[in-house]
C-alpha cells in the first residue's frame, strides 16, 4: 500500500495571509502553472494572454480571501515565502491601471483583472470545492487550459494527478494512521517528535531540519510580536478593529517593547494567575490572525485560518512554562506536524471540504499533542490529547461573514488554542488506558461529519453567521 508522505515542512509553510487555500494555495498554483510551461519547453516569451477561471468556493469568497490578488502575484513569478508583503497594494494597482502584467517576470502582456479573472459562483467541479484554471494563448495561437485544486493547508494538486505523489520517499516509519504511530513509537520507544525527525532525515539532514524548523518560529514569533504592536482596523469593508494591540498595551499597563526578549521577560514579571495567562493567550492568538487578515507574513499551521492556534500555544508554553528552548521549540512542532498530517490523510485540513472543524479542530489537537509531549507526557497521553481537542471541534462550520478571515475566524483560533491548553491538561492527568475514544476514531468521525455537512457551512459564506449578520461592504 502506498503511503502519502507529509514533511514537517509540508504542515507548516511560510506564506501570506489571509487563507492557505483561498490564497496561498492559489498562489502556489499560478507559480506550479509557469513552472509546468517552462518544463514542457514553452517559453514565458511565447504567451500572448491569460486569463483565470475561479470555480465554487474558491469564487464565493475569493474576493475577501484574496484569491484574485494572489493569483496575479503567482503569475508574475513572486514568490510567497520572501514577497514583501508591504508591497501587494502597489503591485495591484499597477497592474490595474496599466491593464498589464510581466508574466513569469518577463513577458509584458495585456491584463485587466476585471475581465481576466473569472469568478464563476454557480460552477464547481467535482474533485473539490477550491479549483482554477489558467487559460493561456500563446503567439503562434495555440491555446492550453490547466485546472488545478487547492485542497487546504497551501496543498495543490493538478488535474489528473494524485495527491502527494511528487513527494514520495522511503520513510522508515510510514504513518497514516495514530494506531501505526502509536504502534513503532512502542516498538522503537522513540517519543513521537523522535520518529517524526527519523522520517525527515529521508528528505534532509538533522540540521537542516533543525534549521527550517526554527526558521518557521521565527517567522511564528515575529508574527506574534507584529500583531501585538499593530494597531488598527482590518481591510476588506467589515470595519473590525484590531484587539491584541491594545490588550498587549492594557496587560502591560501601557508599557512599551520594542524587542522580543524584552517583551516576553516584561509579560513572565505580571505573573502567571489563570486570567492573566488566559488573556495572553487569546492576544497571542488574536495577533497572528489579525495579522493573517491583513496579508501579512504567516505559517500554515495547518492552515491560514487557524494559523495562531499553535504559536498561541507554543508562545504560552515559551512564556509561562518555561519553555524557551531550541529543542523544546523543535519537539513541540516536530510533533504538532504529525498529528496535522494523520488529519490530511485520513480526514481533511480543508474547510471548503469539512467546515471549521477541519482548521480549528485540526490546529487545536496539533497543539494539544505537542504541548503534551513537551511537559512530558507519554505517547498515548499525547494521542489522548489530540482526541480531547478535536471530540470538542466536531462539526464545527466554516462561516465567513463578508468572505473575509475575520468574524468568526479570529477569535476562534483564541478558542481553539485554549481548547488545546485544557485538552492537554486532562490527558496529563488522565490515564490514557481507559480513555474510551481513539484519535483515530475521532478523525473518521470528522470526516464523516464534513460528508454529512452542508455545503452552505463549508467557506461559502452561505450560511450560518454569514447571512444572519447584516453588512454592507464596499463594491469589489
Not at 519547453?41 to 464565493?60: M, T
Amino acid at each position: 500500500m502506498a503511503h502519502e508522505c507529509i514533511s514537517v515542512f509540508d504542515i507548516f509553510k511560510i506564506g501570506v495571509g489571509p487563507s492557505s487555500s483561498h490564497t496561498l494555495g492559489p498562489w502556489r498554483a499560478a507559480l506550479q502553472f509557469l513552472a509546468e510551461l517552462r518544463a514542457a519547453g514553452r517559453s514565458i516569451s511565447e504567451v500572448q494572454h491569460v486569463s483565470v477561471l475561479l470555480y465554487g468556493s474558491l469564487a464565493k469568497t475569493g474576493h475577501g480571501h484574496g484569491t484574485d490578488i494572489a493569483v496575479q502575484l503567482g503569475l508574475c513569478g513572486d514568490d510567497p515565502v520572501t514577497f514583501d508583503v508591504n508591497k501587494i497594494n502597489e503591485k495591484m494597482d499597477d497592474i490595474r491601471r496599466s491593464k498589464t502584467m510581466l508574466v513569469g517576470g518577463e513577458k509584458l502582456v495585456t491584463f485587466d483583472p476585471l475581465e481576466d479573472i473569472n469568478f464563476l459562483y454557480e460552477e464547481s467541479l467535482p474533485f473539490h470545492p477550491n479549483a482554477l484554471t489558467f487559460l493561456v494563448t500563446f503567439e503562434d495561437g495555440n491555446q492550453q487550459a490547466t485546472t488545478y485544486y487547492s485542497i487546504g493547508g497551501g496543498f495543490v494538486v493538478k488535474e489528473g494527478e494524485v495527491a502527494g505523489a511528487a513527494s514520495q520517499v522511503d520513510l522508515p516509519f510510514p504513518i497514516d494512521t495514530a494506531r501505526q504511530l502509536l504502534q513503532f513509537c512502542i516498538k522503537t520507544g522513540y517519543s513521537i517528535s523522535e520518529l517524526v525527525m527519523e522520517n525527515e532525515l529521508a528528505w534532509r539532514s538533522e540540521a537542516a531540519t533543525r534549521e527550517g524548523v526554527l526558521n518557521i518560529w521565527r517567522v511564528m514569533k515575529e508574527c506574534i510580536f507584529r500583531g501585538c504592536h499593530t494597531s488598527g482596523e482590518l481591510p476588506g469593508g467589515l470595519k473590525v478593529a484590531r484587539r491584541a494591540a491594545s490588550l498587549n498595551k492594557k496587560l502591560l499597563k501601557g508599557n512599551t517593547y520594542t524587542d522580543y526578549d524584552s517583551w516576553i521577560q516584561a509579560i513572565r514579571q505580571g505573573g502567571n494567575h489563570f486570567a492573566y495567562t488566559l488573556d495572553w493567550v487569546s492576544c497571542f492568538a488574536l495577533a497572528v490572525n489579525e495579522e493573517n487578515a491583513s496579508f501579512g507574513r504567516v505559517v500554515t499551521a495547518p492552515t491560514n485560518g487557524a494559523a495562531g492556534v499553535i504559536p498561541a500555544v507554543l508562545q504560552y508554553f515559551i512564556t509561562f512554562c518555561d519553555g524557551y528552548y531550541e529543542d523544546k521549540i523543535l519537539q513541540f512542532i516536530l510533533t504538532a506536524s504529525e498529528i496535522g498530517s494523520i488529519f490530511k490523510k485520513r480526514s481533511t485540513i480543508s474547510a471548503a471540504m469539512g467546515g471549521c472543524q477541519a482548521e480549528i479542530g485540526v490546529s487545536s489537537a496539533m497543539a494539544a499533542a505537542a504541548l503534551t509531549e513537551c511537559m512530558g507526557g507519554s505517547q498515548r497521553q499525547v494521542l489522548m490529547a489530540a482526541e480531547i481537542a478535536m471530540e470538542h471541534h466536531l462539526g464545527l462550520t466554516c462561516d465567513p461573514i463578508g468572505g473575509l478571515v475575520q468574524v468568526p475566524c479570529i477569535e476562534r483560533n483564541t478558542m481553539g488554542a485554549i481548547k488545546a491548553i485544557t485538552a492537554s491538561q486532562l490527558a496529563l492527568q488522565s490515564n490514557p488506558e481507559l480513555a474510551k475514544v481513539s484519535l483515530d476514531a475521532v478523525v473518521k468521525t470528522m470526516w464523516e461529519t464534513a460528508l454529512d455537512m452542508n455545503s452552505k457551512y463549508k467557506e461559502t459564506s452561505d450560511g450560518g453567521l454569514a447571512v444572519n449578520i447584516p453588512i454592507s461592504l464596499p463594491e469589489c
